[in-house]
């Protein structure tokens, strides 16, 4: 039977392997996928802000929009990989307003039936950019249903109740509150006040009534 001490310098030279292993696990697993998330947010938003300078009603929209959203799923159970998803389509929700011309997007008159169509067509034309990329292609049923309601009137589809996907309904409901606080072309900014019994009024018709009820909630603390 062997009887040996395990000297200072190689205990040293264990815990520093240790360390080093533990410190390349962290990197790897962590610190580089974390670093990853944050460029590609950075990059998301930066999309995001150049589509709206497009529509000049709609500077700040998408990030507003994501911060509400993302609160409301975390309130609804919603963690990790659910809530980045959310973040995102937030994000690129009207990125497909890209292709829409600007003279329609900062129309002040009434849109034309056809012009309404070529808006409404962003959804669709959003979804079909963002599943043509690998790391958002499972969004793109979110930015394609976000103008779906609950009853059955909104677009593309005209989807109705849970067949509406739960983050689309999240977005439906945030995009229209900050819709009608802010100065578009086409109208004047809402009174919050006024916003919120018009939300209040089509929750169980547009709006989910759990997500609608959550939202009314945070308004209502100044969350």
Same mark, same amino acid.
């Given at each position: *039977?062997?009887?040996?001490?395990?000297?200072?310098?190689? $205990?040293?030279? =264990?815990? !520093?392997?240790?360390?080093?292993?533990?410190? +390349?696990?962290?990197?790897?697993? $962590?610190?580089?996928?974390?670093?990853? %998330?944050?460029?590609?947010?950075?990059? !998301?938003?930066?999309?995001? /802000? /150049?589509?709206?300078?497009?529509?000049?009603?709609?500077?700040? #929209?998408?990030?507003?929009?994501?911060?509400?959203?993302?609160?409301?799923?975390?309130?609804?159970?919603?963690?990790?990989?659910?809530?980045?998803?959310?973040?995102?389509?937030?994000?690129?929700?009207?990125?497909?307003?890209?292709?829409?011309?600007?003279? =329609?997007? &900062?129309?002040?008159?009434?849109?034309?039936?056809?012009?309404?169509?070529?808006?409404?067509? #962003?959804?669709?034309?959003?979804?079909? *950019?963002?599943? /043509?990329?690998?790391?958002?292609?499972?969004?793109?049923?979110? !930015?394609? #249903? #976000?103008?779906?309601? $609950?009853?059955?009137?909104?677009?593309?589809?005209?989807?109705?109740?849970?067949?509406?996907?739960?983050?689309?309904?999240?977005?439906? =409901?945030?995009?229209?509150?900050?819709?009608?606080?802010?100065?578009?072309?086409?109208?004047?900014? $809402? &009174?919050?006040?006024?916003?919120?019994?018009?939300?209040?009024? &089509? =929750?169980? &018709? %547009?709006?989910?009534?759990?997500?609608?009820?959550?939202?009314?909630?945070?308004? +209502?603390?100044?969350?």
């Amino acid at each position: *039977m062997f009887n040996y001490q395990i000297t200072a310098g190689v $205990w040293l030279f =264990i815990v !520093i392997a240790l360390t080093i292993s533990i410190l +390349s696990l962290y990197v790897s697993r $962590w610190y580089l996928p974390m670093k990853m %998330k944050g460029a590609y947010l950075k990059s !998301i938003t930066a999309l995001a /802000a /150049a589509v709206e300078t497009k529509d000049s009603g709609t500077v700040g #929209h998408a990030q507003r929009v994501a911060q509400v959203t993302v609160a409301v799923a975390k309130k609804l159970g919603m963690t990790g990989h659910d809530l980045e998803r959310i973040e995102y389509a937030a994000l690129l929700m009207d990125i497909g307003k890209a292709n829409v011309p600007q003279a =329609i997007l &900062n129309k002040k008159d009434p849109l034309t039936p056809e012009e309404l169509e070529i808006v409404r067509s #962003h959804s669709k034309l959003g979804a079909e *950019m963002v599943a /043509a990329v690998p790391f958002l292609a499972d969004i793109d049923k979110y !930015i394609l #249903h #976000h103008h779906e309601y $609950w009853d059955g009137t909104g677009y593309p589809a005209g989807l109705k109740g849970e067949a509406i996907p739960l983050a689309s309904r999240i977005l439906a =409901i945030a995009a229209d509150y900050d819709a009608m606080i802010s100065e578009r072309p086409y109208h004047h900014a $809402w &009174n919050p006040a006024d916003a919120i019994e018009e939300i209040r009024e &089509n =929750i169980g &018709n %547009k709006y989910d009534a759990k997500v609608g009820s959550i939202f009314l909630e945070m308004l +209502s603390h100044g969350s």
